[in-house]
């Protein structure tokens, strides 16, 4: 078969495109840090101690990338929902990458703002994202104290302490 | 007042009296699942999977079934979560070991019926945790290849002395 020059650059342009579609060169995999159920206990665990030093019976959650649970705390005599409520504030926190009390605002300022509507989404304070440098890998919740800012308190305190941990 | 009128108003009043307030009615009293008690058995569950070199995920639910403690180890599959927690309400509920339930369902037709019910599941790794007869609480792992009720018990040995 004798391949003229038009022949041969189709074929290169469909040989280049098929390559760059099955492996490009420059594919690689994401390199990124995740949360530890060490870590992640130890967040739970010293929001826990710190509200129930105050006399406040709460429940903790920390979802982690995926929204995923990792570490779920019914503190002794905790409300019944507190559990579920700190798990959707926590699953908010990480979503939006933003306290969930910034979703609070967002409502206020925009009542139209459908994201509320999605499951387990919630707009009520207590709830930090876990970062490392400005990617989320996470969220606490904490629910039970008489108002979410005592909750985002409690939360505060497991993120200062394994601040070391995430970087 | 004739005795007759006397008898029909004693009669009415025992009648009504223990419906009404009994003087013997009196409050449950009962020892319940503590948040430290049940953190103690998950994670002592888990370590000793995780010693035997297996990710898994652990549930301790109390005595109406809500979860108290949940905890995802490092790599454990997603499923791995959900099926701790109706392996921990399989056994809280119908007050066996799940690995028994799951037997059960083989030659009894009820049993196949129940694990339909919402968080019920016939697969062994859920135990149910006693305090002399009264069962209150479940635990349940998830994850290891056939030794989920081992580290279960793990866990639950690491508390025995407080279970009473």
Redesign the interface.
């Known amino acids: 078969m004798s391949a003229s020059p038009a022949r041969i650059a189709v074929s290169a342009i469909a040989l280049g495109l098929a390559a760059s579609l099955a492996t490009p060169a420059h594919a690689e995999l994401l390199a990124r840090k995740d949360l ?2 060490d870590t992640a ?1 130890m967040i739970a ?1 010293t929001a ?1 101690a710190t509200c129930k030093a105050q006399g406040y019976k709460v429940s903790v959650h920390i979802v ?1 990338r995926t929204g ?9 005599n905790a409300s ?1 929902h507190t ?1 579920e409520n700190s798990m959707r504030k926590a699953y908010t926190a990480r979503t939006f990458r933003v306290p969930s009390g910034e979703i609070v605002k967002r409502v206020k300022e925009n009542p139209q703002f459908a994201g509320v509507f999605l499951t387990n989404v919630i707009a009520t304070q207590g709830a930090l994202p876990i970062t490392v440098g400005d990617d989320v890998i996470g969220a606490v919740g904490v629910s039970g104290a008489p108002g979410g800012d005592k909750d985002e308190a409690c939360a505060k305190t497991g993120l200062d302490k394994v601040a070391d941990q995430l970087k | 007042m004739p005795a007759k009128k006397l008898a029909f108003g004693l009669f009415t009043a025992a009648l009504i009296l223990p419906l009404a307030a009994p003087a013997h009615a009196q409050l449950i009293e009962r020892k319940d699942m503590s948040y430290p008690v049940a953190l103690a058995i998950a994670q002592g569950a888990l370590e000793d999977c995780k010693t035997r070199g297996y990710p898994v995920s652990v549930v301790v639910v109390d005595r109406a079934g809500a979860n108290i403690v949940t905890l995802r180890a490092d790599g454990a599959g997603p499923h791995t979560m959900e099926n701790a927690r109706r392996k921990a309400y399989t056994a809280l509920t119908f007050k066996m070991t799940s690995e028994d339930f799951a037997k059960a369902m083989e030659s009894n037709p009820v049993r196949r019926q129940q694990a339909t019910l919402p968080g019920v599941i016939g697969i062994p790794g859920g135990v149910p945790v006693k305090v002399g007869n009264d069962v209150i609480a479940g635990v349940g792992l998830s994850g290891s290849p056939g030794v989920d009720e081992p580290c279960v018990r793990a866990g639950l040995a690491k508390v025995a002395d407080q279970l009473k």
């Open positions: 530890s159920l206990l665990s826990a982690g995923e649970v990792l570490v779920a705390l019914r503190g002794d019944p559990f």
